[in-house]
């Protein structure tokens, strides 16, 4: 009785581990393949905030975007 309550525990934490990694792994696959926010969204923002952005403004913002990804 004892020993199927460890069994059970033990499974349950490796499933869980298991499944937490398999889960980060393709969520890190899906944000690298489709990008929350690409350059053409970063040039309307800027516009609406009244900057007319440069390419090299642009490529910057990109650059810090896709670091903390």
Request: aromatic letters at 8%; glycine letters at 8%; proline letters at 4%.
């Amino acid at each position: 009785m004892l020993w199927n309550l460890l069994y059970l525990l033990v499974g349950v934490l490796i499933g869980g581990v298991i499944g937490f990694f398999i889960a980060r792994n393709l969520i890190k696959k899906q944000l690298k393949n489709n990008p929350p926010i690409n350059e053409q969204m970063i040039k309307v923002m800027m516009t609406q905030m009244g900057r007319t952005p440069s390419q090299k403004q642009v490529n910057q913002v990109m650059k810090q975007m896709t670091k903390y990804m």
